[in-house]
């Protein structure tokens, strides 16, 4: 949550192949409403090892076991 912006992202993590990751964000959609923030903006995250198929909506970000090795190895990169 950030106050300032007042933008909140909610993620779940599913270490497991093949996650439909629609039903996934529908879920922690359902989640979030019981949450207290009151924001301008929600973004939602779902972090797995692989996706049947990736959904592409503008507050949705689905993460698989390669997204995460690249964005790893990059922040390295630039770290050094």
């Known amino acids: 949550m950030n106050d300032k912006t007042k933008e909140v992202m909610f993620c779940e993590c599913k270490w497991s192949d093949n996650v439909n990751g629609y039903r996934i964000i529908q879920d922690l959609k359902k989640k979030a409403k019981f949450v ?34 690249r964005l790893l190895m990059m922040g390295w990169i630039m770290f050094y």
């Open 36 to 69: 207290p923030f009151k924001g301008d903006k929600e973004y939602y995250a779902v972090f797995a090892r692989s996706f049947k198929k990736k959904i592409k909506e503008d507050n949705v970000f689905l993460f698989d076991i390669n997204d995460m090795e």
